[in-house]
């Protein structure tokens, strides 16, 4: 089986440590001119680091509708500028998105990656699927203030809405990772094995994963669908 080194196995966090996660890298373009335009833009004149990140929180939530039926197999499909330019992308790709656009304004996040337990996706995803055992979902860690705060910007508003669940709100002051229950109290997400946090998606290996783990999902091109059609309010 293939293997990734998580950057949080070096446990200590220096200066320079820090100053990585603020730079671009291939993947996590932040230096993209479209990526930084769109973070100038939603921020505005918002000076508050902590209300910024909530800002572009929503903005990467609601503006790339989450999108599980994409070409797993396109590096592209794990590129923050080509995500936002599409305006839609799966868990691993909508995460590339902020951590870019929080690089862009000077907050440093960096990508963490964990398997969870999907208890509501809809029929024809768990399907193509085959397991309601989501591997490498994609969450962000930012650094506000003295520490790291998960966010996962992953579940539009209006998917929620069809899924019968909250949308996952984030503070910037506490972690806000996958809903663990619906608006039912009917468990909803729960995560079930952390594989560490990256500088940059290691697109070559979700790739691969991808592949061999969801071998029906992962076609080239993509999958037609539409969740938001194919959910209902539960």
């Given at each position: 089986?293939?293997?990734?080194?998580?950057?949080?196995?070096?446990?200590?966090?220096?200066?320079?440590?820090?100053?990585?996660?603020?730079?671009?890298?291939?993947?996590?373009?932040?230096?993209?001119?479209a990526v930084?335009?769109?973070?100038?833009?939603?921020?505005?004149?918002?000076?508050?680091?902590?209300?910024?990140?909530?800002?572009?929180?929503?903005?990467?939530?609601?503006?790339?509708?989450?999108?599980?039926?994409?070409?797993?197999?396109?590096?592209?499909?794990?590129r923050?500028?080509?995500?936002?330019?599409?305006?839609?992308?799966?868990?691993?790709?909508?995460?590339?998105?902020?951590?870019?656009?929080?690089?862009?304004?000077?907050?440093?996040?960096?990508?963490?990656?964990?398997?969870?337990?999907?208890?509501?996706?809809?029929?024809?995803?768990?399907?193509?699927?085959?397991?309601?055992?989501?591997a490498?979902?994609?969450?962000?860690?930012?650094?506000?203030?003295?520490g790291?705060?998960?966010?996962?910007?992953?579940?539009?508003?209006?998917?929620?809405?069809?899924?019968?669940?909250?949308?996952?709100?984030?503070?910037?002051?506490?972690?806000?990772?996958?809903?663990?229950?619906d608006?039912?109290?009917?468990?909803?997400?729960?995560?079930?094995?952390?594989?560490?946090?990256?500088?940059?998606?290691?697109?070559?290996?979700?790739?691969?994963?991808?592949t061999?783990?969801?071998?029906?999902?992962?076609?080239?091109?993509?999958?037609?669908?539409?969740?938001?059609?194919e959910?209902?309010?539960?």
């Amino acid at each position: 089986m293939s293997s990734i080194v998580a950057e949080n196995a070096v446990p200590k966090q220096n200066d320079s440590k820090l100053r990585l996660y603020l730079s671009p890298a291939e993947f996590i373009d932040s230096d993209h001119a479209a990526v930084r335009t769109k973070a100038a833009a939603a921020v505005g004149s918002v000076s508050d680091p902590v209300e910024q990140a909530r800002v572009l929180y929503r903005a990467v939530r609601d503006e790339i509708r989450y999108d599980p039926y994409i070409d797993y197999t396109d590096p592209e499909t794990y590129r923050a500028s080509s995500v936002l330019a599409k305006g839609h992308g799966y868990c691993v790709g909508k995460a590339s998105v902020y951590v870019a656009l929080c690089r862009a304004i000077g907050i440093p996040a960096r990508l963490g990656l964990a398997d969870v337990k999907n208890h509501l996706a809809t029929p024809r995803l768990l399907e193509a699927v085959g397991t309601d055992l989501f591997a490498y979902h994609g969450y962000v860690e930012i650094k506000l203030g003295q520490g790291w705060i998960k966010a996962t910007p992953t579940f539009n508003v209006s998917l929620c809405e069809r899924l019968g669940v909250p949308p996952l709100e984030f503070s910037g002051e506490a972690d806000a990772l996958l809903q663990p229950f619906d608006a039912k109290g009917r468990e909803f997400m729960s995560y079930v094995t952390q594989h560490g946090t990256f500088f940059d998606v290691p697109a070559k290996f979700l790739i691969g994963e991808m592949t061999r783990l969801y071998p029906k999902l992962c076609r080239p091109g993509g999958l037609r669908g539409d969740m938001e059609r194919e959910g209902g309010k539960r």
